[in-house]
């Protein structure tokens, strides 16, 4: 396999810059220790805003005391789309959940808040519910 190296030379001297937004960092939203303890709720958003393509934190109203999702768009395609529940307990807020949507029907996600448990869709389509257990 022969490989080729292709050197671009401005002829005016201008720089030539690839504008585009910055690649997601794997490494940063999918290892668990990293994504362990916050501080608040805004510790978590500057966290996603520094390390994922793209991302979304749906309002919470009723347990946003307790509760904080992230909708993450890390790839560049639509193969994958990754939704992170945290939790506030003494101390800070811990990821409690790490699902991945595979294979999305489109790039619409959502987490409605019931009563008592949380369901997110993609679309029309229910992926999961999150029961908040009695006390929480």
């Keep these: 396999m022969r490989k080729i190296l292709l050197l671009l030379i401005p002829l005016s001297g201008a720089v030539l810059t690839f504008a585009g937004p910055a ?3 794997f490494e940063a939203l999918h290892n668990m220790s ?3 303890l ?3 709720t805004n510790q978590i958003t ?3 805003r520094t390390n ?3 991302f979304e934190a749906p309002p919470i109203r009723r347990y ?3 509760y904080f999702w992230v909708i993450s ?3 560049s395609g639509l193969d994958t789309i990754d939704i992170y529940c945290f939790r506030g307990e003494p101390g800070g807020w811990r990821v409690q959940m790490l699902y991945f949507a595979l294979k999305p029907k489109d790039r619409h996600m959502s987490v409605v808040e019931e009563e008592s448990r949380f369901v997110v869709r993609n679309g029309n389509t229910q992926l999961l ?3 908040i257990q009695e006390g929480d």
Excluded: G
């Design 34 to 36: 990293r994504l362990s």
């Design 52 to 54: 994922s393509l793209s």
């Design 46 to 48: 500057q966290y996603f």
């Design 38 to 40: 916050f501080a608040s």
């Design 129 to 131: 519910t999150l029961e």
């Design 64 to 66: 946003s005391d307790r």
């Design 73 to 75: 768009y890390p790839y």
């Design 23 to 25: 690649p997601s960092n």
